[in-house]
Each structure stands twice: as structure tokens, then as C-alpha cells.
């Protein structure tokens, strides 16, 4: 049986379609055979889906041998944390920011390592493939459900001098997703060890129904709650998570949405402040308000192929302290090489402690420095055949990079064109050196060149 839910680093698929309790069973099986991980760490979103296939991976695991720690609901960092710190492996049931009827898995190896999407990944999609859910049961592990969240937040708030951060009031939005409960546990540790912050909590109770709508504040329509809070609430800032909160989006004082590329940046300047010529490594879409605060901070630059196994590879190769993809994964050394959504925002808000300086003063030279589109989502029958295409087009004209799709460097404009990992669409991004009329005109170029694409059939 072909298990399409699998993607190029995880699983996701439509409820009944592509994922369902048996497949989640043997899912499990699979994980334990080809691992052999000795424990796995599991916990699962507020999808109303997520505790019975939660149940059911947990079954295909222990038949296969592993021992079990469920920690219920949580966010796939708090698996990751798990894993790391009882070198054990790691299976989060989670669709993230998909819409309601999607689920899937996102799964690291001992140690909350990743799996090699072209190795070990695929042995467990073959492997599972095969099982036909009748296959005998030797040594069955052992179960236990135990949280480990004081633990997680403990560590999480071991990022920052908590006594250090000023008066400032932060909107908190957990978009019904899983972020709330761990979310109240950082504030309240927060602020016994001495921080001073105010908080507004919006859509705080974790709901599968999702009522204000999928949280993912990466789309535009999905942004004004959260703007116009910070404005009502006359806020310092403004964070929005999506449905497991590994990813985490800003919001300045003014209601402004932070770009990934920024937040990027500014994570890199406050890492590198107390590591200078710390290597930081992130990815290739846009690169140019990082790649120069990096220099500008004395850092090792690197780029990484985007995908949590992907970056967390790069990351150990250099010994990079910070990692940050523009779509909203930070990644951090001291928290085993993985991506956190709770981190993020304690760094900035110290960053704007220790600066004195509003959020918006923080990223407003980079904005007019560097400005970019934000990420154009095109949906074309081939989008290898589209990027093909445009290299085609430009490759006389600009220098070129493989790296992830096609990077195209013209010296006063940049573009890159690339496939989804998680979804059929070809993703756009483009940047200029200081220069907004010039951004929109080549936004409009490509625009008008993919759509002659498609009219061909491409």
C-alpha cells in the first residue's frame, strides 16, 4: 500500500485519505523496527484527530519494541526537548498550519536528531508500506504518560536574563493551536524569576474546531486579529502562533507584521552580541538583511537547504549557534540543534530590553535597506519545469545558485523560485538593495513570465 501522507521530511495528508489510525499504527511499527530507538517521546496538537492517532502510532511503536513517554498535548518543541534530553526519539502528531482536515507527523530520531529524508525516512516509509497490520508482536514496550513541561520551561527560560527585561506589555496569540498551557507556563516562570511583563492572551483555549480560523499568521487574512490587538492594547509587540507553535510570528508596535527575513536578523544580532563570530546559518530565499547583520556583527554566514532536516544538518556542521528560516523556524544550538516557537520571542523582547529601542526601530533600517515581496505562492502542473524556465530566462544575465530551487542574483535584485517540501505550489521571493519601485516591477516580471508558463501548459 503507497503512503502518500509522506512528504519529503514528514507526514501530512488528508484525514481518511492519506492518514488514519491504521496508517499511524504503522507508521509506529516501522519507526521502532528501522530506529530502533529504544524510547520514543510522542505528543500530539489540539486537532480533534490528533489523541486517537496519537493512540494509534503509540500502539504501532510499542509492538514494535520501543518503550513509550507520552507527553499528551503539547508542541512539537517539547517532543524535540524530550527526545533530547532522554536520548530518545520522537514522534509529534501534528498537521501544524494545515487546514482542518489534514494531519500528519513530524518525527526526529535519538537525541531529536534528524532523520535523513533520503535514508532512514525513507526505509520507514517502505518498511511501513509493507506491513499489513498482522505481523506478530515480540517484545511489547512499555508505556507511560508524563509530561515534562516544567522541565521544558525551565530551559526555555534559561535562554534569557529574565530579571534583565524591561516593563513591557506583549499580545500572545495561541490561535486555539496547543500554544497556550505551555505559553501560561513561561510567563508565570518569567515573571518569578523577575521579568516584568504584561500580557493580553488572545484565542488562548486550545480548540480542534479551530473557531477564529487555522492559525497561520504566515498568511496576510490571518494577521489583522493580532494587529489590531497590539493596537487596542497599545502593545510593545505582538506574537502569533501557529497549531503546534514550533513556528512564531511578530507583530511591532504599530500592528506591522515582521517579515521572516527580519526576525531572522534580528536573531542573529543578538546571539552574535554574546558569541561574537558565532557561525549562523540560514536559508536561501532571502538573504541579504541577514547575510549583512551578520557581517556587520563579525558571524560566520552560512545557507542551508530549507527543512528542519536540512538545517539542523548544516547547523552541527558548523557548530552554529542560531539557525532561522524566513518561513518562521528558529533553531537553536543549546536546544539540541532544534526549532522552538517560545524562544524567539523571549530573545527579541530581551534584544528590546537591552537596546532601549521599540520594535520597529529595531528592523526599520533593514526594511529600507533591503525590502522584499514576502513569499508569492503560484500553483503551475509542473514546478520543476517552471523554475527550468525561468533559468532559462535570466541565466545569461544573473549568477545562479542550485542550492534550493533556483537562486538568481542580478547584483541590485535577487529572486528565488522554488518547490513546496509540504505542499503543490511554487514559492517566489524576491529582494532589492534599497530599492521598492524596482521590487515591485520584477514581482510583476516573473508574475506575468509564470503565467505565460501555465497558459503553455508548463
Same mark, same amino acid.
Given at each position: 500500500?503507497?503512503?502518500?501522507?509522506?512528504? &519529503?521530511?514528514?507526514?501530512?495528508?488528508?484525514?481518511?485519505?492519506?492518514?488514519?489510525?491504521?496508517?499511524?499504527?504503522?507508521? @509506529?511499527? !516501522?519507526?521502532?523496527?528501522?530506529?530502533?530507538?529504544?524510547?520514543?517521546?510522542?505528543? *500530539?496538537?489540539?486537532?480533534? &484527530?490528533?489523541?486517537?492517532? &496519537?493512540?494509534?502510532?503509540?500502539?504501532?511503536?510499542? !509492538?514494535?519494541?520501543?518503550?513509550?513517554?507520552?507527553? @499528551?498535548?503539547?508542541?512539537?518543541?517539547?517532543?524535540?526537548?524530550?527526545?533530547?534530553?532522554?536520548?530518545?526519539?520522537?514522534?509529534?502528531?501534528?498537521?501544524? *498550519?494545515?487546514?482542518?482536515?489534514?494531519?500528519?507527523?513530524?518525527?526526529?530520531?535519538?537525541? !531529536?536528531?534528524?532523520?535523513?529524508?533520503?535514508? !532512514?525516512?525513507?526505509?520507514?516509509?517502505?518498511?511501513?508500506?509493507?506491513?499489513?497490520? &498482522?505481523?506478530?508482536?515480540?517484545?511489547?514496550g512499555r508505556y507511560t504518560y508524563a509530561p515534562m513541561r516544567d522541565r521544558f520551561v525551565h530551559a526555555i527560560c534559561d535562554f534569557v536574563e529574565a530579571g534583565a527585561i524591561s516593563p513591557l506589555k506583549v499580545v500572545l496569540n495561541a490561535g486555539n493551536g496547543a500554544a497556550g498551557p505551555t505559553a501560561d507556563a513561561i510567563v508565570a516562570a518569567l515573571a518569578e524569576r523577575g521579568a516584568r511583563l504584561k500580557v493580553e492572551r488572545q484565542f488562548w483555549t486550545p480548540d480542534g474546531t479551530f473557531p477564529n480560523g487555522i492559525p497561520n499568521p504566515l498568511l496576510p487574512e490571518n494577521r489583522n486579529a493580532t494587529a489590531q490587538a497590539v493596537l487596542a492594547a497599545g502593545a510593545d509587540l505582538g506574537v502569533a502562533w501557529d497549531g503546534d507553535f514550533d513556528r512564531c510570528f511578530f507583530f511591532d508596535e504599530t500592528g506591522a507584521f515582521l517579515d521572516g527575513e527580519y526576525v531572522v536578523a534580528l536573531l542573529a544580532q543578538s546571539f552574535l552580541a554574546s558569541e561574537p563570530g558565532a557561525s549562523i546559518v540560514f536559508d536561501p530565499r532571502v538573504i541579504w538583511a541577514t547575510k549583512d547583520t551578520v557581517t556587520a556583527g563579525g558571524g560566520s554566514a552560512h545557507l542551508s537547504r530549507v527543512g528542519h532536516a536540512y538545517m539542523k544538518t548544516e547547523m552541527r556542521r558548523h557548530k552554529a549557534v542560531y539557525g532561522g528560516e524566513m518561513s518562521a523556524h528558529h533553531y537553536f544550538r543549546e536546544f539540541f540543534y532544534c526549532d522552538s516557537g517560545m524562544i524567539p520571542w523571549l530573545k527579541v523582547i530581551e534584544l528590546m530590553s537591552r537596546t532601549g529601542r521599540k520594535l520597529s526601530g529595531l528592523v526599520a533600517d533593514l526594511r529600507r535597506r533591503f525590502p522584499s515581496s514576502g513569499e508569492i505562492n503560484f500553483r503551475v502542473s509542473d514546478p520543476q519545469a517552471a523554475i527550468k524556465g525561468l533559468v532559462a530566462r535570466y541565466g545569461e544575465i544573473a549568477t545562479v545558485d542550485r542550492l534550493d530551487g533556483a537562486s538568481l542574483d542580478f547584483g541590485a535584485w535577487r529572486a528565488n523560485i522554488r518547490a513546496s517540501n509540504t505542499e503543490p505550489l511554487l514559492r517566489l521571493n524576491v529582494e532589492t538593495r534599497g530599492d521598492a519601485a524596482l521590487l515591485q516591477d520584477k514581482v510583476n516580471e516573473i508574475r506575468a513570465i509564470l503565467g505565460a508558463m501555465q497558459s503553455d501548459g508548463v
Open positions: 500500500m503507497k503512503l502518500t501522507a509522506f512528504k &519529503s521530511y514528514d507526514v501530512r495528508g488528508r484525514l481518511g485519505k492519506e492518514i488514519n489510525e491504521g496508517i499511524a499504527r504503522r507508521i @509506529g511499527r !516501522a519507526y521502532a523496527e528501522v530506529l530502533a530507538p529504544g524510547m520514543v517521546v510522542v505528543g *500530539h496538537d489540539a486537532r480533534e &484527530s490528533s489523541p486517537r492517532l &496519537s493512540t494509534a502510532l503509540v500502539e504501532g511503536l510499542r !509492538a514494535g519494541g520501543a518503550d513509550v513517554r507520552d507527553l @499528551g498535548l503539547c508542541g512539537t518543541e517539547e517532543v524535540y526537548f524530550g527526545a533530547g534530553v532522554l536520548d530518545a526519539g520522537g514522534i509529534m502528531v501534528t498537521a501544524s *498550519h494545515n487546514p482542518v482536515d489534514y494531519n500528519g507527523m513530524k518525527l526526529v530520531a535519538r537525541g !531529536a536528531r534528524p532523520i535523513d529524508p533520503k535514508g !532512514a525516512f525513507a526505509t520507514i516509509r517502505e518498511v511501513a508500506e509493507g506491513l499489513s497490520g &498482522s505481523e506478530p508482536v515480540g517484545r511489547e
